[in-house]
């Protein structure tokens, strides 16, 4: 079909009609509502890109977070980007980076989003953060303010939020804004006890969590350190399995954490993996956990030949 507008668009550069693929329809893209910020402060209309209407979009954006996602059908003239695409992540270009969240995208979404860095000072091998940002480093966190009329609470979406020297800042302002926050982890090899009592001065709309994911960490001691001051009901603790670990370390590492009354939360590296999806059901399913046994789970679940590795 003819449309006049794309004309436009294509000789002038006046108007552009942008789809963006939601290849990840159950994940609340911020790099889209970024792009979607950018595209319609030029006067451009943006939707969700239907494959029926391809022809009429003058661009079409592809973000994935997820290397997993099935990416056969993006049409070749996507711009693409994201940790989902990796090696070739391509961050979003300043100009659109510095742009605030479009949250009309989402009218699903009951959360802010804020960023105060970017990036972590660690090097974790399994991890793209680095592979996205060579260094930690400052953002324009004031423009985040409540952008969302809907929240419920804000979610902190800083990589290492401890990490910063300027985390003093970052949590006063959020003592300011007064919501529930939600932190994406807190990397508990870096907590004091400035940092233990400065997260007890924030409401937390869920658990705290921190990560164990690499079994030679010494990480108990700073656990136990973070229960000094906060309750372990309140924390929560992601552990990777089926990277660089075995059987007897992932099993060792989530009943150390359940001893200590803090719960575990299995992250799977290979989702395919029959071992890893079994381990991660029977420790994620709370009641299963504290119930019985992996192999009393795996054999309640008619696996009796399971090679457990
Ligand atoms: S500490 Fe977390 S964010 Fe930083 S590199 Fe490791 S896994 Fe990534």
Redesign the pocket.
Known sequence: MFRFESLLSRYFGIFMKVGLINIEPKIFNPAYMKISTYHKAKGHEVSWYSPLFDKDYDRIYCSSLFSFTDKSQIPKRAICGGTGFYPNVNVLPPEIESCSLDYSLYPKLDYSMIWFTKG?????S?????KCYKTITEQEWGKYIVENPKFTHIKIMD??FF?SPYWKDHLSYLQVLGQPVDFQ?V?VRLLNEQMCRGLLTLKHHKRIKI?W?NPSDDIIPKIKFMLNYIKAYKIMCYVLIGYNSTYAEDLDRVLTIQSLGVSPFVMQYDRHNRYQKDFARWVNMKATFKKCTFSEYLLGKGKKNVRIK
């Open positions: 972590c000072i660690r090097k974790c399994f991890c793209l953060v680095n990589d290492n990490a982890g990397d990560a994911d």
